[in-house]
């Protein structure tokens, strides 16, 4: 059985950090790409960030770029989301998932998230 889990998520005020933890069991996580998504309350689900099977390419939506920033220990079989400035407006339940590529469609398993509420 495939698995990702994350964790890390919680309540922060505005301008605070967390970091998010994606951890893979199950399969091999060295052989994917490792995306982050989150979905907030009544919007649709949205990619923040990408890291490449080496870890030698990544991306990130506008919207949080600058803030963020997405890595991998392919050792741990584990992807991170270091997320530092928080807003209110990033207040969304997070999920990863281990794709072919960042650059191409395709999913080989999904997480079942972690909520992040930023408020004060």
């Known amino acids: 059985q495939s698995q990702l889990v994350e964790s890390g998520g919680g309540l922060v005020q505005p301008g605070g950090s967390l970091r998010l933890s994606c951890a893979a069991s199950?399969?091999?996580?060295?052989?994917?790409?490792i995306g982050w998504f989150r979905q907030a309350p009544g919007k649709e689900r949205e990619g923040v960030s990408c890291?490449?099977?080496?870890?030698?390419?990544?991306n990130y939506a506008d919207s949080v770029k600058g803030r963020f920033t997405i890595s991998r220990d392919n050792a741990k079989k584990t992807g991170y989301l270091q997320m530092n400035s928080l807003k209110p407006e990033d207040t969304a339940v997070y999920y990863c998932?281990?794709?072919?590529?960042?650059?191409?469609?395709?999913?080989?398993?999904w997480g079942q998230g972690t909520q992040v509420t930023v408020s004060s």
């Open positions: 890291i490449s099977k080496s870890g030698g390419s990544t």
């Open positions: 998932a281990a794709l072919y590529y960042c650059s191409a469609p395709g999913y080989a398993s």
């Open positions: 199950g399969f091999s996580l060295e052989n994917f790409a």
